[in-house]
């Protein structure tokens, strides 16, 4: 993948911020707007900046992601949480019974 830093930079403004609109990042990767308003489309298809925005993707995608044991963990302080109204606080108690398998009757 042989791109240039303005490219880059376009991939990541396309994936980030401008969230996938192709003109504004190439502006903001400093592609004149005359420029970008013809040529962002043509960008976006080049394999080697289709390649670089994939692995950008995933990426990002593996980073927010939250795992189960971050949910539990949520959970676990709503739960704790003693300035928490009781409604939620009962809700997050359930829930992770409920991810535990403590409500099946396998569990009685």
Do not use: H
């Amino acid at each position: 993948m042989n791109l240039n830093p303005r490219q880059k930079l376009f991939c990541e403004y396309y994936c980030g911020e401008c969230l996938g609109n192709a003109e504004k990042a190439a502006i903001k990767a400093g592609y004149s707007v005359a420029y970008a308003r013809g040529n962002a489309s043509k960008l976006v298809a080049k394999s080697g900046i289709q390649a670089y925005i994939r692995e950008l993707s995933a990426q990002t995608e593996s980073e927010n992601i939250a795992t189960i044991t971050d949910v539990k963990a949520f959970w676990t302080n709503v739960m704790n949480d003693e300035d928490e109204i009781m409604k939620n606080r009962l809700k997050a108690s359930e829930l992770l019974a409920k991810a535990g398998g403590m409500f099946s009757t396998e569990a009685w």
